[in-house]
Structure formats: structure tokens, C-alpha cells
């Protein structure tokens, strides 16, 4: 213990006590602005400026599933629907969760670290903006194939031309490739309704 360190007795646990009256105080602040750590934050630099999807992740087990959600949930891209009818046409759909981790899949025999809940690690499917690409999924401003995010906003009428933009989540500047656990795009599909669509197209096979 350091020397000369003032120890507690019970006359000054009054002093105490209103210490902690004046801190529980409530304050006057907003709602709370998320830390880049909190929403696991990850630049385009880091994502080697590819879109983040499971087929650029080290828990995917490539063209099957998850390492860290279990066999149960089929993981892979789709196109819906397959042919162009009279009154839609065929989108790509990539899925992505929150906890991708930038890296080359398992090419070999599927394997599993543990039996996560695919809505906990909010596991959706992204529609890529054209069928075919090389890599999408998401990012902030959609460049390199990427869709982008509801929460980035930018001056210019295309988010994919702008350098950089506004994240109206962290309340600050991110580039156009970075991308987070807070993506959010109004048209993804939930990985219970992707799964309806795989079933669907494999019965179909």
C-alpha cells in the first residue's frame, strides 16, 4: 500500500455518500455516440478495399457455412430471382455478418467453432448492384462492387463517386470503402428469409 494514502473511517463516509450524490447526477447529454470499437469498426485499408462479405472472411467455410454458426444455417450467395421475368429482374444477394473478419475462407472440409445465433450476429444478405461480380457486400459508399449504407451520407448524388462522407452513426467522417457492424441498408434480405430462398431453389433443382 502507498504511504501516506488516506484510509476510509466511518467520519468520512458523509463526505462519501454526497461525493456520490453530486456524480449520479443526471446529465444533459444526447443520445449516446458509439466508439469506431463499439461498432467494430473496420477501414478500407484493412479490407484490402474489397466489400465485406463471407467470402472474404476466415470463419466461412467457402460455399457452405459458418464456423461460428453451425451447419444448420446454409451460407452462400444467391441470385433471386435466377431469370428475369415480366415484372423484376434477377438480383445477386452476398451474405455478411457482424463479425466478419477480413482473410481467406476454409477451402477444405467444413469445420465449426461454436453454434452461434445467426440473428445475434446479425446475419444478412446484401444485393450486390449489378449479378456477376468478381466481390460485393458491403460498405460504407458501395465502391468496388460494395452496397452502401443508409447511415453514410454524402453531397454529391451518387455515394460510390465520393471519396468520403458522413456516418451518421459515429457522428463523423469515414471513407468510402470503410465498413462496420452498423451497416444497414433498407433492402436486405434476413438470414431467415434467405434461407427460404435457398430451400426453395434447392427443392427446385
Known sequence: MARNLLVYKVEHLRKINSMRRANSQPDIQGVPIPTRGEVLFVSAAEMHNE???CYNCIFYNSGDSCQLIGSRVRVRRFTYP???IADS???EYWP???MQQYGEPNFGPPKFIASADPASLDLIWINAPSVGLESSGANC???NGGDDCDHYCTPTGDKRDAR???CRVLQSTVMNGDVCA???DDDLLSWDKAQAILKEQSDGK
Open 82 to 84: 435466377v431469370y428475369a
Open 89 to 91: 429482374k434477377p438480383i
Open 182 to 184: 452498423q451497416w444497414r
Open 51 to 53: 466489400p465485406a462479405s
Open 96 to 98: 455478411c455478418c457482424g
Open 164 to 166: 468520403d462522407g458522413f
Open 141 to 143: 459508399g458501395g465502391e
